[in-house]
């Protein structure tokens, strides 16, 4: 199987607060994606991050990519209840054209 | 404008049914996916095409049978169908490949009764 783990499965945490998500993988890949889910609803696209990078911002959010520990990490600063939702990060092959999800983290932003 | 639009958003269908889902995209994406989600579990990939073409089948039933009509548009034909068929199935597309970054539609929840 590509994908590997998310954690922590759960996360609640109190609004202005920042929240850290992980998630590794288990074969080299060719970009990594990380998706956010509100309840009963579709995914939306956070950010994209290639094999060759190591760090991408996008507004309050920060990601990090480890190729060589296989690992990926999503930061987001000062959370809002708005941001309440599952996360999940999805990788697509070196050589493959699937994008495999990762369990997923549920995140709790209480205010 | 990054929309992928499914219908019917929710469908409840009885075992000997035959019904459709629809996908739509108008971003000139030549790749398009139908993924199924169950409660609480991540996304799983069912069927991918690629310019038209399915290039990737992942041991789907038969009673699940994609279609791709055009660039824009995707099919997921339902027949015969289980109870444990009922789960959120959505719809992605991408530029070319899963290089890019793919974005999915709302979904539409589906019940076998």
């Known amino acids: 199987s590509q994908q590997g783990e998310e954690d922590p499965q759960a996360l609640s945490i109190q609004e202005g607060e920042n929240a850290t998500m992980n998630c590794s993988y288990k074969t080299s890949i060719n970009n990594l994606q990380w998706y956010r889910q509100n309840s009963g609803r579709g995914l939306v696209h956070l950010i994209l991050?290639?094999?060759?990078?190591r760090e991408k911002h996008s507004g309050r959010l920060r990601v990090t990519l480890d190729t060589s520990k296989k690992s990926s990490s999503l930061l987001i600063t000062a959370s809002r209840a708005a941001d309440t939702a599952s996360y999940f990060c999805?990788?697509?092959?070196?050589?493959?054209?699937?994008?495999?999800f990762g369990a997923g983290t549920i995140l709790r932003v209480k205010s | 404008d990054t929309e992928v639009t499914q219908t019917p958003k929710h469908l409840v269908m009885g075992m000997t049914n035959k019904k459709s889902l629809k996908c739509e995209q108008h971003m000139g994406h030549r790749a398009m996916y139908w993924y199924k989600q169950k409660a609480k579990k991540p996304p799983e990939l069912m069927f991918v095409?690629?310019?038209?073409?399915?290039?990737i089948n992942e041991s789907v039933p038969s009673r699940f049978s994609p279609e791709c009509p055009n660039s824009s548009l995707l099919n997921l034909h339902l027949h015969a169908l289980q109870p444990e068929d009922s789960a959120l199935y959505l719809c992605?597309?991408?530029?070319?490949?899963?290089?890019?970054?793919?974005?999915f539609g709302e979904g539409s929840w589906l019940t076998v009764v």
């Open positions: 992605a597309s991408s530029q070319w490949n899963s290089g890019n970054t793919i974005y």
């Open positions: 991050i290639r094999s060759n990078e």
């Open positions: 999805a990788s697509v092959g070196e050589y493959g054209n699937k994008l495999v």
């Open positions: 095409y690629s310019y038209e073409k399915l290039s």
